[in-house]
Nanobody
C-alpha cells in the first residue's frame, strides 16, 4: 500500500489543522492506521492510531483532548484533526499502516510526511 499525507502548514498557537492520509494499492479497510511525528533532533513518536472499523482508537497522552483521529474507508482516507495546537506540536507528521489488528505495534508502511509548524 502507498500512503500520501497532506494538510500540513504554518499555523498560530491555538489554531487548528486537519491532516489527511490517502492510501492506494491495497484494501484500506483491512489496515490498522496510525499517525506519528518527528520533531527536529528528536525520535519519531506515536501520536494516534485507529483500528479496523475504527474499533480501537489510541492517543498519546500529549494529544489527548486536542487531536482526533478518524478514517473513511469509502475514501481510503485517514484524518487527524488537530486543535489547540502548541509550538511543541511542530514536527513532520507521518501516516502509517499495518496489516495486523493491534494498534500499538510496529507499522509496515509509511507515507512521506507533512510538515506542521506552530508559531507562538
Amino acid at each position: 500500500v502507498q500512503l500520501q499525507a497532506s494538510g500540513g502548514g504554518l499555523v498560530q498557537a491555538g489554531g487548528s489543522v486537519r491532516l489527511s492520509c490517502v492510501a492506494s494499492g491495497g484494501t484500506f479497510s483491512t489496515y490498522t492506521m496510525g499517525w506519528f511525528r518527528q520533531a527536529p533532533g528528536k525520535e519519531r513518536e506515536f501520536v494516534a492510531g485507529i483500528g479496523r472499523n475504527a474499533g480501537r482508537i489510541y492517543y498519546a497522552d500529549f494529544v489527548k483532548g486536542r487531536f482526533t483521529i478518524s478514517r473513511d474507508d469509502a475514501k481510503n482516507t485517514m484524518y487527524l484533526q488537530m486543535n489547540s495546537l502548541k509550538p511543541e506540536d511542530t514536527a513532520v507528521y507521518y501516516c502509517a499502516a499495518r496489516t495486523g489488528t493491534v494498534v500499538l505495534s510496529s507499522y509496515d508502511y509509511w507515507g512521506q510526511g507533512t510538515q506542521v509548524t506552530v508559531s507562538s
